[in-house]
Nanobody, 124 residues
């Protein structure tokens, strides 16, 4: 599985961006597709994830109510709609895929395929 992420950019606080992650090589229906982010000097952290074959989705508390993850299986694509962006959302965002289960779906170690990352910068 290869993942290609795009859609990052620079916005002012309160603005919106939509990240796109396109998968090639076939994604198992049992996989979770997740978004993680890493800010300078910080560890990679979970943002959101969705099951490839269902509607089950999970969010980090820091983005709940502001970000929405969705998928389009026909296009092999996962989206992350980010609204009401804050300066603390500034990071490189990575999409990931893997055979996670519900209890591990927020852990980076549960994902074995990663995209190249896309920069999101939110100014105050």
């Amino acid at each position: 599985v290869q993942l290609q992420a795009c859609g990052g950019g620079s916005v002012q606080a309160g603005g919106s961006l939509r990240l796109t992650c396109t998968a090639s090589g076939g994604v198992s229906r049992n996989y979770f597709m997740g978004w993680f982010r890493q800010a300078p000097g910080k560890e990679r952290e979970f943002v959101a994830t969705i099951r490839w074959s269902g509607t089950t989705a999970y969010y980090a508390n820091s983005v709940k109510g502001r970000f929405t993850i969705s998928r389009d299986n026909a296009k092999n694509t996962v989206y992350l709609q980010m609204d009401s962006l804050k300066p603390e959302d500034t990071a490189v965002y990575y999409c990931a895929a893997g055979p996670a289960i519900q209890s591990t779906s927020t852990l980076a170690s549960a994902y074995n395929y990663w995209g190249q990352g896309t920069q999101v910068t939110v100014s105050s």
